[in-house]
């Protein structure tokens, strides 16, 4: 009786769990639609070249504005092995839970690309390019205030009527904009959670993009919008007085490390948000800021707040 080689197996097995693991990655990471409030959206960046011109508008590449919409943004450089490196403050919440995916998707495509003999880029070859490369940091900031914040809301909508979202000064400029809009409202802080960590250069746009899809399903439709120089004005306006919460999301990839604290009092997050608005314009890659309501009459109640962001700790 022939004996199989270690080599054979490891290509039948290679074949079994490859399936099973894009059929887990479809199920458990696609964002799912809910029934909330319209709301905003700000950011831009580029994961095509080590930096975005500091004046005038990328015109190739792949900007993370367009990336979004190609079927959840998986043109990043295809799927190397991404690594994972923990900070203090990294929770059990999306983000962990993505980063972690990705890694394990990752390991064992390049397993199977192995076991199979392809001819095409080796896992080595992909650790090597991560490395040259660098890790990206990335990290997202969820907040819960109060609706009578509604101040905030306005400022949100006056960057997006004059922010520049498509230089890499520009978003800079911005992420200092909003964490300084966020900060100057602390008496509305009431539940907050921030999460970060690094994953290898060749997958981190398509990490950043499903977490960006994943925020912005939680919307019922986006009214004020702009993104990488592309601006749009819907039916935006003052929420309901029956709403009782506005949620703003930060989510920021950056060439520098991010070393957030644990997000458990204000202090904690005005510190986290300081830290936010620190990172220099050379490091940014790519910035998201969403947030809800945004339309007029919109209402955001305390159960569709914990039950949209569920990993928000009281403050």
Known sequence: MEMKTPRTWRRRLAAVLLPVLMVGLMVFSLPRPADAARGGRLGGGSFGSRSMPRSMPRSG???????????????????????????????????????????????????????????????SDNNAMAERDGPVTIAQVQIGLLASARQ??????????????????????????????????????????????????????????????????????????NVAGQRSHGNAGQHSNASEYIAVTLLVASRSPIRLPKVATTNDLHTTLRLLGSI???????????WQPDGSGDVLTSTELVTLYPELQAL
């Open 61 to 123: 590449g792949s900007s993370f504005g367009g990336s979004a919409t190609r079927g959840g943004g998986f043109g990043g450089g295809g799927f190397g092995f991404p690594f994972i490196i923990p900070f203090f403050g990294f929770g059990g919440g999306g983000l962990l839970g993505m980063l972690m995916l990705f890694a394990v998707v990752g390991l064992l495509l390049n397993g199977f690309r192995s076991a199979m003999g392809s001819s095409g880029t080796t896992g």
């Open 152 to 225: 905030l809301q306005q400022d949100l909508r006056q960057l997006a009527a004059t922010a520049d979202t498509g230089t890499a000064t520009g978003l800079q400029r911005l992420l200092q904009d909003v964490t300084l809009a966020l900060l100057r409202n602390p008496e509305y802080w009431v539940y907050g959670n921030g999460e970060v960590g690094q994953v290898g250069f060749p997958v981190a746009e398509a990490t950043f993009n499903r977490l960006s899809m994943t925020e912005r399903s939680k919307l019922d439709a986006e009214t004020t919008i």
């Open 280 to 290: 220099p314009s050379g490091d940014l890659l790519s910035l998201e800021v969403i």
